[in-house]
């Protein structure tokens, strides 16, 4: 019989050619905490059914990984979907995330339906029934959907430019994803169905954020998302199949005016409230390319209007000295934990600020890994106002010893309510990814490799020290732009078209392609040069 070669974290083993993933995994399972839910043939995610027929390099994930978990999430909306469509005759709407689970739409859906829906979820998990893969011609799949009545199928496949396309079937019904999924139902352990109200509920499901499968509601986002989806709605784009719409109708010079105009009411009114408010510290922060510069540098223009002047106080010249920061398991120092910046010092600086005293502020060197005091003493006026932005900026710690009367806290991300179409949404991380993407390169002449392989630890450190203090906030300010993977397309495809296939982050290369394939481009020529969407792209007037 003849044999392949396999490579698996650099050593070389030996298996029968045409022998699947799957028999290929048992032999690594040992290795991981969870059961290996997908693989990976140099560089392509692979489903674990697939018979390996020449020498190659494998890698294969479990639900811990962000990779293992997001074929995790996809296999349980298709047999959610499937539940929804068989028993109640309603198709549901996948949105966006929300606290660690996912925000679903359903139109009049009772306590009930999701006790059923959910006790069929794991009677279908418990049979371990197959989940197929097929390869079928795309005209032909634009067809099937047009006869089901599935138009965002039938919309968003139009933009699809390949002759086949894969679809996934389960029992009687065919889906189409983006994304890998499992190979059966058997790996769809471990879920949960929060009921919200009679439109909506999230679904929640283990991952390497949220083990104990617990929802927290989160009131000032829940509220941002559902004011931002009206706003979407009433602008006729839900999907990236209306927006590429609006591109065909040559509409975009529209949307992208509506777009920023909204965005900039929306933080003018955040402005008026911090000066009726009379509030003396603006406390910013915000997870990874949310545009935190550029906000913080618009909203004092508006605080301007009001007659205040803005002062801005970083956070990071706070930091203590290099020697002392505490480390991280592997034995890096962890810059990101609050413990890496000297609050007993921020503290009193912002005391006597508050006290009209002057102070002589450090400059932090991060050659040195030192303080340095080489500016001239601040102060702050009547009539002036503290912007302090960055990661800790709204944990309570970092302020400890100010009143809350005299703080106003902003959370900032973008928060995207496009889907491609009614199964598969946009994850807020991958624009916010594609933004870094673009800035790293834009600004900093990093390669698209670079950035991914920074990202794990970028979002490890937003899961510790972001997220669990958004709800701090007086208020989330939603920094996403309608039309912005129009324009991101432009310029991080080129990007990511250069990352090598045997390069270790090529699988995430080609999920933000395959994303970006579907949407149509625009060109940057007529967005405003104040636009939260400059600080990536360039040409910002706040550089």
């Known amino acids: ?59 294969f994930y479990d639900r811990n990984s962000s990779t293992g ?80 009545g599935a138009k965002d199928k039938v919309e968003l496949l139009k933009y699809n430019t390949n002759t086949n396309i894969n679809l996934y079937k389960f029992d009687n019904m065919y889906d189409y994803y983006f994304y890998n999924l499992p190979i059966s139902t058997g790996y769809l ?17 283990r991952s390497i954020y949220n083990p104990r499968l ?37 509409k975009i010079n529209d949307i992208i005016m509506l777009s920023e105009l909204h965005q900039n009411n929306e933080l003018f009114e955040i402005a008026k409230d911090v000066y009726n408010k009379k509030s003396r510290i603006v406390l910013i922060s915000g997870p990874s390319s949310s545009g935190k510069t550029t906000t913080c540098k618009k909203l004092g223009l508006y605080l301007k209007s009001f007659g205040l002047t803005p002062k801005s106080l970083s956070i ?7 020697d002392e920061t505490p480390k991280r398991e592997d034995g890096s120092y962890d810059f990101e934990c609050l413990g890496a910046v000297d609050t007993k010092l921020f503290n009193k600086h912002l005391e006597k600020l508050l006290n009209g005293e002057k102070i002589k502020t450090p400059t932090y060197n991060f050659i040195t890994g030192k303080p340095e005091y080489i500016t001239d003493p601040i102060e702050l006026k009547e009539n002036e106002i503290l912007l302090i932005e960055g990661l800790h900026a709204l944990n309570d710690e970092l302020t400890k010893n100010i009143s ?4 106003y806290k902003i959370y900032i991300s973008p928060l995207p309510i496009l889907t491609l179409d009614n199964h598969n ?18 600004s900093r002449g990093y390669n698209a490799s670079d950035t991914l392989s920074h990202w794990p630890s970028v979002r490890e450190g937003e899961e510790k020290n972001v997220f669990p203090f958004q709800e701090e906030a007086d208020v989330v300010f939603n920094t996403t732009l309608i039309y912005e993977l129009s324009v991101l397309k432009t310029y991080a495809e080129p990007l990511l078209y250069a990352v090598d296939e045997s390069d270790v982050n090529y699988k ?32 910002s007037i706040f550089k």
């Open 1 to 59: 019989m003849l044999s392949i070669q396999v490579k698996y974290n650099d050593n070389k083993y030996t298996f029968s050619k045409g022998t699947t993933l799957l028999e290929i995994s048992k032999s690594f399972q040992k290795d991981f905490k969870d059961k290996i839910i997908i693989g990976e043939i140099n560089g392509i995610l692979t489903e674990l059914n697939t018979p390996v027929m020449n020498s190659c390099d494998i890698r």
């Open 69 to 148: 978990n997001k074929v995790y999430e996809l296999g349980l909306v298709f047999i959610l979907v499937k539940i929804f469509k068989d028993r109640f005759n309603k198709d549901l709407k996948i949105i966006h995330a929300l606290d660690k689970g996912i925000y679903i739409r359903c139109n009049d859906v009772t306590e009930k339906d999701l006790e059923l829906a959910s006790k069929e979820m794991n009677r279908l998990i418990e049979l371990d029934l197959p989940i197929d893969k097929l390869l079928v011609n795309r005209k032909e799949a634009i067809k099937y959907y047009a006869n089901q």
């Open 189 to 205: 352990k471990d879920f949960k169905l929060h009921y919200l109200n009679e439109n909506s509920f999230v679904l929640l499901f």
């Open 214 to 250: 617990t929802y927290k509601h989160h009131e000032k986002m829940f509220d941002e998302f559902e004011r931002y989806y009206e706003w979407c709605s009433n602008m006729g784009i839900t999907s990236i199949s209306n927006l590429n719409r609006a591109i065909i109708d040559n």
């Open 316 to 322: 990071d010249d706070y930091f203590i000295s290099r």
């Open 404 to 407: 809350d009367k005299y703080k």
């Open 425 to 442: 949404r946009i994850k807020m991380t991958d624009v916010r990814l594609l933004r870094r993407i673009v800035r790293d390169n834009e």
């Open 508 to 539: 995430d290369v080609v999920r933000l392609l395959n994303l970006l394939k579907l949407v149509l481009p625009i060109s940057s020529e007529n967005i405003p040069r104040d636009s939260v969407i400059r600080e990536f792209i360039g040409n």
